[in-house]
């Protein structure tokens, strides 16, 4: 799986838009992006993936770059139960079950 | 429509005992897995299930054993706990095959074995 790069921490105000970057620079051209989100105290959440296109869903959109370098997930309306900690993940579909690995991810702190 | 659960919520084991972490999805995925979490080490996958009937070591599968005997059911054991399995254990699951290698998480059950 690519590695990614994400920032540490990033507040964002209630009600606003919330756009949280990754980098993938390494990423392959069958590596599909993922991202989920652990609030305090609860299971990881997934929330949307891509593998070209931007894509959008209920939760989030996600952007990528043409070149597929990097991408952002973007929360539209942050509320204060958005407050998470963000994952970016980057890796190819398996026919198999395989360890889905968490780097650092970005703290969000949504700010009332 | 449920998702996974898990169950119980919480424990506290005396350790030397047994235990089963019961985990139930209803989503008809063929894949299913167990992680701990523990702080600053992240999520580490314990034992996979790609099948119902077949099952496979991850990445810290010592001091635990799992089953798969039908599709919604993946049951975790500690035959004998011991207090460096103290952690968080959550219950995944994804379609897996070659369906969508999304990982949808159970809320968790927090153990501490004393």
């Known amino acids: 799986d690519a590695k990614t790069t994400q920032p540490t921490s990033m507040d964002c105000a209630e009600g606003r838009a919330a756009n949280l970057p990754c980098n993938h620079s390494?990423?392959?051209?069958?590596?599909?992006v993922y991202w989920y989100r652990q609030i305090h105290s609860q299971g990881p959440q997934y929330i949307i993936h891509?593998?070209?296109n931007n894509e959008t869903n209920e939760m989030a959109s996600l952007i990528i770059t043409e070149d597929r370098k990097s991408s952002t997930l973007i929360l539209p309306h942050a509320t204060l139960r958005d407050t998470a900690v963000y994952y970016c993940?980057?890796?190819?579909?398996?026919?198999?079950?395989?360890?889905?690995?968490f780097g650092s991810g970005t703290q969000l702190t949504v700010l009332p | 429509i449920a998702g996974i659960t898990q169950a119980p919520t919480s424990q506290i084991l005396a350790a030397g005992r047994r235990m089963t972490l019961r985990c139930t999805q209803d989503?008809?995925?063929?894949?299913m897995y167990w992680y701990r979490q523990d702080l600053g080490l992240g999520l580490r996958l314990i034992h996979y299930?790609?099948?119902?009937?077949?099952?496979g070591k991850g990445e810290v599968p010592d001091g635990y054993s799992v089953s798969r005997a039908n599709t919604d059911d993946f049951p975790l054991t500690l035959a004998s706990a011991v207090p460096s399995q103290t952690s968080v254990y959550f219950c995944?699951?994804?379609?897996?095959?070659?369906?969508?290698?999304?990982?949808?998480f159970g809320p968790g059950t927090r153990l501490t074995v004393l």
């Open positions: 993940i980057v890796r190819a579909p398996s026919g198999s079950a395989r360890q889905l690995t």
């Open positions: 891509g593998l070209k």
């Open positions: 299930s790609n099948t119902a009937g077949t099952t």
């Open positions: 390494t990423i392959s051209g069958n590596e599909y």
């Open positions: 995944a699951s994804s379609e897996g095959l070659l369906g969508t290698d999304t990982q949808y």
């Open positions: 989503m008809r995925h063929n894949a």
